[in-house]
Nanobody
Framework: QVRLVESGGGLVQPGGSLTLVCAASGSGFGNYDMGWFRQAPGKERDVVAAVNWSGSKTYYADYNKGRFTIWRDNSRNTASLQMNSLEPEDTATYYC????????????????????????WGQGTQVTVSS
């Protein structure tokens, strides 16, 4: 189990950029898939991007592919999301999440992308895109 804390949210104009950082503590960070999810008022929580336990495989939602980049640093126990060309539709609360994997999971196994597959969650950080 890991404890996750997000930072980096805020108010940005359309076309601007933000970097979100998730800091993890506890046992087994290197065995976890890490994901960023977002939830706007009245809508379901859904995946933004995810990276597998080894950092060798990523996933991006269609609406942010080419604009966002996810990466992790297992030596620092962090998972980050760089967001460029932000649009008002990106306004939401963004959550960092971790999902435990089996020890036999391969280096290039795809990361989990469904919210119900994730076990540990951060408190969320607000991203507002507005002029």
């Amino acid at each position: 189990q890991v404890r996750l804390v997000e930072s980096g949210g805020g108010l940005v104009q359309p076309g601007g950029s933000l970097t979100l950082v998730c800091a993890a503590s506890g046992s087994g960070f290197g065995n976890y898939d890490m994901g960023w999810f977002r939830q706007a008022p009245g809508k379901e929580r859904d995946v933004v991007a995810a990276v597998n336990w080894s950092g060798s495989k990523t996933y991006y939602a269609d609406y942010n592919k080419g604009r966002f980049t996810i990466w992790r640093d297992n030596s620092r126990n962090t998972a980050s999301l760089q967001m460029n060309s932000l649009e008002p539709e990106d306004t939401a609360t963004y959550y960092c999440a971790g999902a435990q994997t089996a020890y036999g999971t391969t280096w290039y196994a795809p990361p989990k992308t469904i919210a119900n597959e994730y076990d540990d969650w951060g408190q969320g950080t607000q991203v507002t895109v507005s002029s």
